[in-house]
């Protein structure tokens, strides 16, 4: 079983940033997809940004796309997302996955993070 532990989450101010972090345990394969998804009140849960360990396959949502940043450390087993000029739009829940590819049911979830963005 794959464990993935989320930090990083709290208040920020429009204009903002905040950096997640997400603890993979035990490390998954290299070729596995590890993503950052959110989920805001009354809203579905979205896909925000997504990386192999290898550095491979870099996906950005379009409304993110020049604002968020989503890196790994392999000696550390943890994935980042860096959010800059963070708008009202961003908070949400933030949740980290994990995902086989080859085998699309395999799929990890943390327990999530909350971002709010307010002044």
């Known amino acids: 079983q794959v464990q993935l532990v989320e930090s990083g989450g709290g208040p920020v101010q429009p204009g903002g940033s905040l950096k997640l972090s997400c603890t993979v345990s035990?490390?998954?394969?290299?070729?596995?997809?590890m993503g950052w998804f959110r989920q805001a009140p009354g809203r579905e849960r979205e896909s925000v940004a997504a990386?192999?360990?290898?550095?491979?396959?870099?996906y950005y949502r379009d409304s993110v796309k020049g604002r968020f940043t989503i890196s790994t450390d392999n000696a550390k087993n943890t994935v980042y997302l860096q959010m800059d000029d963070l708008k009202p739009e961003d908070a949400a829940v933030y949740y980290c996955?994990?995902?086989?590819?080859?085998?699309?049911?395999?799929?990890?979830w943390g327990q999530g993070t909350l971002v709010t963005v307010s002044s």
């Open positions: 996955n994990a995902n086989d590819p080859r085998r699309v049911e395999v799929m990890f």
């Open positions: 990386v192999d360990w290898t550095g491979n396959n870099r």
């Open positions: 035990p490390r998954t394969p290299s070729y596995y997809i």
